[in-house]
T-cell receptor, first 113, second 114 residues
């Protein structure tokens, strides 16, 4: 079955530690996205990538980093510079183009202890 | 500036009743419009989308939405709600001049009472 997988589903991190969230897709989509979801704030774009080896900052990129070495994978690293990292993180992918539908993974809930 | 607004944070309806979730956008031209649904702890699933043409759009799970240019609205409707429709609903827009960047509303949480 084609789809987007995110792992792990739940992640706990101590303050000051970096942590990497995985996102893999087998939809053959060129574009991939990372969103952060907080209660009452909807989804906010962290980073996106339209093609392998290229990515752009979204609205809230500070304290995060990404890489796009393979078409299928778009890992997100939450660094210690992110002051309030506890949130639900969603990965999405699409065929790049204006208003192409984004398909979402199941999400990773990150909690900082 | 807020591109998309969902005025209702939370709505409660009885099972079998009709439902309308509101979405308004602020943009000079017609944006591309989407409705997504999210079950607790899950990702988002596309319900329907509007790009152009017929302003009444049919989606999955018996949902429909109507684009009204004069009101800058794209409200989601369902004639008879089922208990399984309880979820968070997000309206999203893509502005014509920003490629494929989605702007999401803050969501409306739907509770269905038996």
């Amino acid at each position: 079955d084609g789809g987007i997988t995110q792992s792990p589903k739940y992640l706990f991190r101590k303050e000051g530690q970096n942590v990497t969230l995985s996102c893999e897709q087998n939809l053959n989509h060129d574009a991939m996205y990372w969103y952060r979801q907080d209660p009452g704030q909807g989804l906010r774009l962290i980073y996106y990538s339209q093609i392998v080896n290229d990515f752009q900052k979204g609205d809230i990129a500070e304290g995060y980093s990404v890489s796009r070495e393979k078409k299928e994978s778009f890992p997100l690293t939450v660094t210690s510079a992110q002051k309030n990292p506890t949130a639900f993180y969603l990965c999405a992918s699409s065929i790049p183009g204006v208003a192409d539908t984004q398909y979402f993974g199941p999400g990773t809930r990150l909690t900082v202890l | 500036a807020q591109s998309v607004t969902q005025p209702d944070i939370h709505i409660t309806v009885s099972e079998g009743a009709s439902l309308e979730l509101r979405c308004n956008y602020s943009y000079g031209a017609t944006p591309y419009l989407f409705w997504y649904v999210q079950s607790p702890g899950q990702g988002l699933q596309l319900l329907l989308k509007y790009f152009s043409g017929d302003t009444l759009v049919q989606g999955i799970k018996g949902f429909e939405a109507e684009f009204k240019r004069s009101q800058s609205s794209f409200n989601l409707r369902k004639p008879s709600v089922h208990w399984s429709d309880a979820a968070e609903y997000f309206c999203a827009v893509v502005l014509g001049n920003t490629g494929n960047q989605f702007y999401f509303g803050t969501g409306t949480s739907l509770t269905v009472i038996p």
